[in-house]
């Protein structure tokens, strides 16, 4: 019984990764996934709100996920003096 909830945690892992993967309004953030019976955790940091909201819906979408600890920052826009030189 432990091996195979072993094996579909590392299948709903493999799954909700190759969701954010595959979609391209994710491309070059950077996100960790981890999976605990169900549970999923997102870590990491995206540059918009709309891309942790995209983030968390996408996970919450595969089949099998029973909640999303979420754990994604979004990065502070630079807003400085750019030096003329």
Do not use: C, F
């Not at 799954?15 to 954010?20: F, G, P, W």
């Not at 999976?35 to 995206?46: K, T």
């Amino acid at each position: 019984m432990m091996q195979m909830d072993a094996h579909r945690n590392r299948a709903l892992l493999e799954s909700v990764r190759q969701h954010l993967m595959e979609d391209q309004r994710l491309a070059g953030q950077s996100l960790t996934v981890t999976s605990s019976a169900g549970h999923i955790q997102i870590i990491g940091s995206v540059d918009t709100e709309e891309q942790k909201r995209l983030a968390i819906d996408l996970a919450r979408g595969v089949v099998g996920v029973r909640d999303v600890i979420d754990r994604i920052d979004v990065r502070e826009p630079y807003i400085g003096q750019v030096a003329e030189w």
